[in-house]
Nanobody
Framework: QVQLVESGGGLVQPGGSLRLSCEMS????????IGWFRQAPGKEREGISC????????YYTDSVKGRFTISRDNAKNTVYLQMNSLKPEDTAVYFC????????????????????WGQGTQVTVSS
């Protein structure tokens, strides 16, 4: 049974940084892609970054490119999302997810194929 647990959210001032963690249990992270999603109040959930399991390739949506960095530590069964230069519009609940669809391991930005989710962690960017 795949379980994902996010941590690291909190309140930060604009321009600040946070590092989110997504710890996987029940299976070995080596074989799974991980995606980070966020949902702001009144908005739909959106995929913002992912990392494949096949070659470690990464993807970022335009709104976070250059500010966020995704990485994985398979030994710790954990994926990280380093978020720098945070803006108020980054305020959202952040979720990590994985997929039982093998194709996602190669093309991790297939957002609608993610089917195992963590509970989310709140990130608030405000002065």
């Amino acid at each position: 049974q795949v379980q994902l647990v996010e941590s690291g959210g909190g309140l930060v001032q604009p321009g600040g940084s946070l590092r989110l963690s997504c710890e996987m249990s029940g299976v070995t992270l080596d074989y799974y892609a991980i995606g980070w999603f966020r949902q702001a109040p009144g908005k739909e959930r959106e995929g913002i970054s992912c990392i494949s399991s096949s070659d470690g390739s990464t993807y970022y949506t335009d709104s976070v490119k250059g500010r966020f960095t995704i990485s994985r530590d398979n030994a710790k069964n954990t994926v990280y999302l380093q978020m720098n230069s945070l803006k108020p519009e980054d305020t959202a609940v952040y979720f990590c997810a994985t997929s039982s669809w093998e194709r996602v391991n190669f093309y991790c930005s297939g957002w609608n194929l993610y089917n195992h989710w963590g509970q989310g962690t709140q990130v608030t960017v405000s002065s």
